[in-house]
């Protein structure tokens, strides 16, 4: 159907390229904590169905190692991806196998820090943005964390990065949901 689809819509001249099935990344193969000491699972990268997720650069204000940190949610048990980089707030970069048109990523993190999701084409343009300037936050102590979505559309998203934290500050990614887009006609 969705060859049909595309194959219509390129003979009306409308567009080359049409949206495939979503795909759902939600961390929750990941260890959060390593034996045998309970130390926090740290790494450079982590790949889960295709998508690579790594810092966007090496730290610039030490010579550590750049890394990326899995949380756990303390209400809801989901696992979570940030920055493992304590005193410098570094981009967490998504790779995606194939250029998708969607990107929605939920996230969680501390109470008022600013949040931002960009999604770059393959060149490293910036094709669309979006921010918020003090993420949701828990209206009583008894209240769990909030989550909340950010979503960025394009045509050929080739990579996402996330970023909004200063140092001390934390923004995880709990799930990331993309729609990659496949060629037409091949």
Do not use: C
């Amino acid at each position: 159907m969705s060859r049909f689809l595309g194959l219509l819509l390129l003979a009306a001249g409308v567009a080359p390229w049409v949206a495939a099935a979503e795909v759902v990344v939600d961390f929750e193969g990941a260890v959060v904590l390593l034996p045998p000491n309970d130390k926090a699972h740290r790494a450079e990268q982590w790949v889960e169905k295709g998508v690579t997720f790594k810092l966007a650069h090496a730290p610039r204000e030490s010579q550590a190692k750049g890394l990326v940190m899995f949380f756990e949610h303390l209400s809801n048990g989901h696992k979570g991806l940030a920055s493992a980089m304590a005193l410098e707030a570094i981009p967490v970069r998504a790779t995606f196998p194939q250029p998708a048109s969607t990107v929605t990523v939920m996230f969680w993190g501390s109470t008022a820090t600013t949040a931002l999701l960009e999604a770059f084409d393959a060149e490293g343009k910036v094709v669309d943005r979006a921010s918020l300037s003090a993420i949701p936050g828990r209206k009583t102590a008894g209240e769990p964390v909030p989550t909340f979505a950010m979503t960025v559309r394009a045509q050929r998203i080739a990579y996402i990065q996330f970023s909004g934290p200063r140092a001390g500050e934390f923004l995880a990614a709990d799930e990331v949901r993309f729609t990659p887009v496949e060629a037409a006609a091949r």
